[in-house]
């Protein structure tokens, strides 16, 4: 069963860093695309980032591209989302997500802009830019 459980976030001032997590406690990642999404305060959900499977092929929201950096580590099955050079329009709730195959069939492409493709979701993480 794929369950994700995220980490981090928090309060950080402009042009702060902060790491975000994403962890599954059941399914094994490698194989799967990993997308990370936002939702600001009165703003639908979009997509910031993914990674199709593997070291894979990385994708960025044009908001994020040069600040953002999505990351895999295999070992610890765990996706990463480093977030530099912090502004406040970057202030969301933060989430990570799945497209994930039960058949393990690699997932050689991630899709940002459509969140039907993306199987298992974590519970969103506060991310707060303010001085």
């Known amino acids: 069963q794929l369950e994700l459980v995220q980490s981090g976030g928090g309060l950080v001032q402009p042009g702060g860093s902060l790491r975000l997590s994403c962890a599954s406690s059941?399914?094994?990642?490698?194989?799967?695309?990993i997308g990370w999404f936002r939702q600001g305060p009165g703003k639908e959900r979009e997509g910031v980032a993914c990674?199709?499977?593997?070291?894979?092929?990385?994708y960025y929201a044009d908001s994020v591209k040069g600040r953002f950096t999505i990351t895999r580590d295999k070992a610890k099955n765990t996706s990463y989302l480093q977030m530099n050079s912090l502004k406040p329009e970057d202030a969301a709730v933060y989430y990570c997500?799945?497209?994930?195959?039960?058949?393990?069939?690699?997932?050689?492409?991630?899709?940002?802009?459509?969140?039907?493709?993306?199987?298992?979701w974590g519970q969103g993480t506060q991310v707060t830019v303010s001085s």
């Open positions: 997500a799945a497209d994930w195959d039960p058949s393990d069939t690699p997932r050689t492409v991630c899709i940002m802009s459509d969140e039907k493709e993306y199987d298992g």
């Open positions: 059941g399914v094994t990642l490698d194989h799967s695309a």
């Open positions: 990674m199709s499977s593997g070291v894979g092929s990385t």
